[in-house]
Protein backbone atom coordinates (compact mmCIF):
# COMPACT_ATOMS: atom_id res chain seq x y z
CA UNK A 1 0.00 0.00 0.00
CA UNK A 2 2.84 2.27 0.50
CA UNK A 3 4.79 1.00 -2.67
CA UNK A 4 4.25 3.84 -5.87
CA UNK A 5 2.46 2.05 -8.33
CA UNK A 6 5.26 2.62 -11.05
CA UNK A 7 8.12 1.09 -9.83
CA UNK A 8 10.75 -1.32 -11.52
CA UNK A 9 10.66 -4.87 -10.44
CA UNK A 10 14.31 -4.02 -9.03
CA UNK A 11 12.77 -1.22 -7.03
CA UNK A 12 9.80 -2.63 -6.02
CA UNK A 13 12.08 -5.95 -4.98
CA UNK A 14 14.19 -3.10 -2.62
CA UNK A 15 11.17 -1.93 -1.18
CA UNK A 16 9.54 -5.50 -0.21
CA UNK A 17 13.37 -6.34 1.62
CA UNK A 18 13.53 -3.09 3.43
CA UNK A 19 9.63 -3.47 4.72
CA UNK A 20 10.74 -6.77 5.75
CA UNK A 21 12.68 -5.30 7.84
CA UNK A 22 10.91 -2.65 9.19
CA UNK A 23 9.38 -2.65 12.75
CA UNK A 24 7.47 0.34 12.32
CA UNK A 25 4.97 -1.41 9.54
CA UNK A 26 3.36 -4.02 11.15
CA UNK A 27 0.04 -4.77 9.61
CA UNK A 28 0.05 -8.51 8.96
CA UNK A 29 -3.47 -8.99 8.40
CA UNK A 30 -3.66 -6.84 5.24
CA UNK A 31 -3.25 -9.65 3.25
CA UNK A 32 -5.94 -11.39 5.17
CA UNK A 33 -8.55 -8.52 5.39
CA UNK A 34 -10.23 -9.16 1.26
CA UNK A 35 -9.97 -13.35 0.81
CA UNK A 36 -13.35 -13.80 -0.78
CA UNK A 37 -13.00 -17.31 -1.20
CA UNK A 38 -11.39 -21.07 -0.64
CA UNK A 39 -11.30 -23.87 -2.94
CA UNK A 40 -10.61 -26.81 -1.84
CA UNK A 41 -9.86 -29.06 -5.00
CA UNK A 42 -7.43 -30.14 -6.91
CA UNK A 43 -4.67 -27.57 -8.16
CA UNK A 44 -5.25 -27.76 -11.24
CA UNK A 45 -8.99 -26.38 -11.04
CA UNK A 46 -7.32 -23.09 -10.01
CA UNK A 47 -4.04 -23.17 -12.19
CA UNK A 48 -3.90 -20.42 -14.75
CA UNK A 49 -6.74 -17.87 -12.92
CA UNK A 50 -5.94 -14.62 -11.36
CA UNK A 51 -7.73 -14.08 -7.81
CA UNK A 52 -6.26 -11.40 -6.84
CA UNK A 53 -4.64 -12.53 -3.85
CA UNK A 54 -8.05 -13.26 -2.38
CA UNK A 55 -7.87 -17.18 -1.99
CA UNK A 56 -6.99 -19.38 0.55
CA UNK A 57 -5.98 -22.32 -1.89
CA UNK A 58 -6.32 -25.38 -0.11
CA UNK A 59 -5.01 -29.00 -1.79
CA UNK A 60 -7.03 -31.55 -1.50
CA UNK A 61 -7.41 -34.70 -4.35
CA UNK A 62 -10.77 -36.54 -4.30
CA UNK A 63 -9.41 -39.58 -6.29
CA UNK A 64 -6.77 -40.25 -3.63
CA UNK A 65 -9.57 -40.86 -0.93
CA UNK A 66 -12.08 -43.00 0.04
CA UNK A 67 -16.22 -43.30 -0.32
CA UNK A 68 -16.26 -41.48 3.12
CA UNK A 69 -14.07 -38.54 2.64
CA UNK A 70 -11.51 -39.15 5.98
CA UNK A 71 -9.17 -37.40 3.98
CA UNK A 72 -11.48 -34.13 3.09
CA UNK A 73 -12.98 -34.48 6.55
CA UNK A 74 -9.40 -33.81 8.22
CA UNK A 75 -8.74 -31.09 5.51
CA UNK A 76 -12.11 -29.53 6.71
CA UNK A 77 -12.13 -29.58 9.94
CA UNK A 78 -8.80 -27.39 9.97
CA UNK A 79 -9.66 -25.25 6.83
CA UNK A 80 -13.30 -24.30 7.94
CA UNK A 81 -12.99 -22.96 11.15
CA UNK A 82 -9.70 -21.45 10.82
CA UNK A 83 -10.89 -19.94 7.44
CA UNK A 84 -14.06 -18.98 7.91
CA UNK A 85 -13.25 -17.56 11.68
CA UNK A 86 -10.34 -14.91 10.13
CA UNK A 87 -13.18 -13.92 7.53
CA UNK A 88 -16.05 -13.53 10.12
CA UNK A 89 -13.55 -11.27 12.42
CA UNK A 90 -13.46 -9.16 9.23
CA UNK A 91 -16.79 -9.13 8.22
CA UNK A 92 -18.30 -8.51 12.29
CA UNK A 93 -15.68 -5.62 12.34
CA UNK A 94 -16.79 -3.78 9.42
CA UNK A 95 -20.76 -4.25 10.07
CA UNK A 96 -20.46 -3.76 14.24
CA UNK A 97 -16.88 -2.82 14.88
CA UNK A 98 -18.25 -1.66 18.64
CA UNK A 99 -19.93 -4.94 19.44
CA UNK A 100 -18.14 -7.73 17.46
CA UNK A 101 -14.90 -6.33 16.59
CA UNK A 102 -11.87 -7.77 17.25
CA UNK A 103 -8.44 -5.85 17.53
CA UNK A 104 -5.32 -6.28 14.95
CA UNK A 105 -3.50 -9.18 16.34
CA UNK A 106 -0.39 -7.16 16.07
CA UNK A 107 -1.31 -3.78 17.59
CA UNK A 108 -2.88 -5.14 20.60
CA UNK A 109 -3.65 -7.43 23.24
CA UNK A 110 -7.68 -8.87 24.23
CA UNK A 111 -8.63 -8.12 27.45
CA UNK A 112 -11.31 -10.29 28.28
CA UNK A 113 -14.84 -9.72 26.61
CA UNK A 114 -14.01 -6.28 26.60
CA UNK A 115 -11.88 -4.98 23.73
CA UNK A 116 -8.26 -5.25 23.74
CA UNK A 117 -5.17 -2.70 25.06
CA UNK A 118 -3.24 -1.36 21.91
CA UNK A 119 0.51 -1.54 22.52
CA UNK A 120 1.58 1.12 20.23
CA UNK A 121 1.28 4.78 21.31
CA UNK A 122 -1.91 6.39 22.75
CA UNK A 123 -2.88 8.19 19.51
CA UNK A 124 -2.93 5.81 17.38
CA UNK A 125 -6.35 4.22 18.94
CA UNK A 126 -5.82 4.76 22.56
CA UNK A 127 -7.24 1.58 25.83
CA UNK A 128 -9.68 -0.82 24.97
CA UNK A 129 -10.51 -0.32 21.42
CA UNK A 130 -12.39 -3.20 19.71
CA UNK A 131 -12.56 -3.81 16.08
CA UNK A 132 -9.88 -4.98 13.67
CA UNK A 133 -8.08 -2.36 11.51
CA UNK A 134 -11.58 -0.97 10.04
CA UNK A 135 -9.59 0.54 7.26
CA UNK A 136 -8.46 -3.09 5.34
CA UNK A 137 -11.83 -4.66 5.70
CA UNK A 138 -14.94 -6.04 3.40
CA UNK A 139 -17.74 -7.42 4.33
CA UNK A 140 -18.05 -10.36 2.41
CA UNK A 141 -19.16 -13.86 3.51
CA UNK A 142 -15.96 -16.41 2.85
CA UNK A 143 -17.37 -19.14 -0.31
CA UNK A 144 -15.84 -22.83 -0.17
CA UNK A 145 -15.74 -24.38 -3.21
CA UNK A 146 -14.87 -28.00 -2.52
CA UNK A 147 -14.21 -30.95 -5.11
CA UNK A 148 -17.00 -33.43 -3.62
CA UNK A 149 -20.06 -34.55 -4.23
CA UNK A 150 -22.72 -33.45 -2.40
CA UNK A 151 -23.68 -36.75 -0.92
CA UNK A 152 -19.92 -36.79 0.54
CA UNK A 153 -20.42 -33.06 1.73
CA UNK A 154 -23.94 -33.70 3.43
CA UNK A 155 -22.31 -36.89 5.27
CA UNK A 156 -19.23 -34.68 6.33
CA UNK A 157 -21.47 -31.75 7.88
CA UNK A 158 -24.01 -34.52 9.26
CA UNK A 159 -20.58 -36.15 11.24
CA UNK A 160 -19.31 -32.75 12.19
CA UNK A 161 -21.53 -29.98 13.79
CA UNK A 162 -18.95 -27.51 13.93
CA UNK A 163 -18.94 -27.78 9.95
CA UNK A 164 -22.48 -28.17 9.42
CA UNK A 165 -23.70 -25.31 11.83
CA UNK A 166 -20.83 -22.87 9.76
CA UNK A 167 -22.90 -24.01 6.46
CA UNK A 168 -26.37 -24.25 7.45
CA UNK A 169 -26.02 -21.22 9.55
CA UNK A 170 -25.19 -19.48 6.33
CA UNK A 171 -21.82 -18.11 8.37
CA UNK A 172 -19.77 -18.78 4.77
CA UNK A 173 -21.26 -20.07 1.49
CA UNK A 174 -20.80 -23.76 0.26
CA UNK A 175 -20.59 -25.15 -3.39
CA UNK A 176 -19.55 -28.60 -4.53
CA UNK A 177 -17.66 -29.58 -7.75
CA UNK A 178 -18.10 -32.60 -8.88
CA UNK A 179 -14.92 -34.51 -9.34
CA UNK A 180 -15.89 -36.31 -12.95
CA UNK A 181 -18.00 -33.28 -14.24
CA UNK A 182 -16.68 -29.99 -12.57
CA UNK A 183 -20.53 -29.09 -12.41
CA UNK A 184 -20.90 -26.73 -9.80
CA UNK A 185 -23.93 -27.28 -6.71
CA UNK A 186 -24.38 -24.27 -4.25
CA UNK A 187 -25.67 -25.50 -0.70
CA UNK A 188 -28.73 -23.27 0.19
CA UNK A 189 -31.97 -24.01 2.67
CA UNK A 190 -30.47 -27.41 3.43
CA UNK A 191 -29.93 -28.51 -0.29
CA UNK A 192 -27.56 -28.70 -3.10
CA UNK A 193 -28.83 -26.73 -6.10
CA UNK A 194 -27.19 -26.58 -9.93
CA UNK A 195 -25.47 -23.28 -9.90
CA UNK A 196 -26.09 -20.73 -13.38
CA UNK A 197 -23.17 -19.30 -14.35
CA UNK A 198 -23.83 -15.26 -14.44
CA UNK A 199 -20.76 -15.25 -17.53
CA UNK A 200 -19.70 -17.23 -20.19
CA UNK A 201 -15.87 -16.55 -20.28
CA UNK A 202 -13.98 -14.41 -17.89
CA UNK A 203 -11.52 -11.55 -18.89
CA UNK A 204 -7.76 -12.96 -20.07
CA UNK A 205 -4.71 -11.46 -19.66
CA UNK A 206 -1.13 -12.28 -21.00
CA UNK A 207 -0.05 -12.56 -17.52
CA UNK A 208 -1.03 -11.77 -14.07
CA UNK A 209 1.61 -8.60 -14.08
CA UNK A 210 -0.14 -7.22 -17.00
CA UNK A 211 -3.94 -7.79 -15.29
CA UNK A 212 -2.87 -5.68 -12.10
CA UNK A 213 0.05 -3.67 -12.95
CA UNK A 214 -1.29 -0.39 -12.24
CA UNK A 215 -4.22 -1.32 -10.00
CA UNK A 216 -4.22 -1.04 -6.41
CA UNK A 217 -8.02 -1.73 -5.71
CA UNK A 218 -9.57 -4.99 -6.62
CA UNK A 219 -9.97 -6.72 -9.87
CA UNK A 220 -11.96 -9.04 -11.71
CA UNK A 221 -11.02 -12.70 -11.75
CA UNK A 222 -9.39 -13.39 -15.08
CA UNK A 223 -7.60 -15.96 -17.00
CA UNK A 224 -4.29 -15.83 -17.25
CA UNK A 225 -2.17 -16.95 -20.37
CA UNK A 226 -2.73 -16.51 -24.37
CA UNK A 227 -3.88 -13.18 -25.83
CA UNK A 228 -5.46 -10.52 -23.69
CA UNK A 229 -9.01 -10.25 -24.31
CA UNK A 230 -10.83 -7.79 -22.54
CA UNK A 231 -10.11 -4.49 -20.71
CA UNK A 232 -10.26 -4.21 -16.95
Known amino acids: MSAPLGMSFAAARQHVEARSEDLAQTRPELGHATNALCPVGRRERTRGLFLDRRAFLTTYDPTQDDAEGTVLTRILQAAVPVC ?5 EYYFSRVDIRRLGVRDEAAAQRRGALGGDERGPPATCGPACPGRWWRSTS ?25 GQ ?21 FRDGAFHPYQPEAEQLPRAVSSV ?21 QK
Open 84 to 88: AGISL
Open 139 to 163: PCALLFIIETTPETMLRIMDRNPGI
Open 166 to 186: VFRNDWSVLAVQDPESSALQV
Open 210 to 230: DWYRGWRDHLEFAEVGGQARN
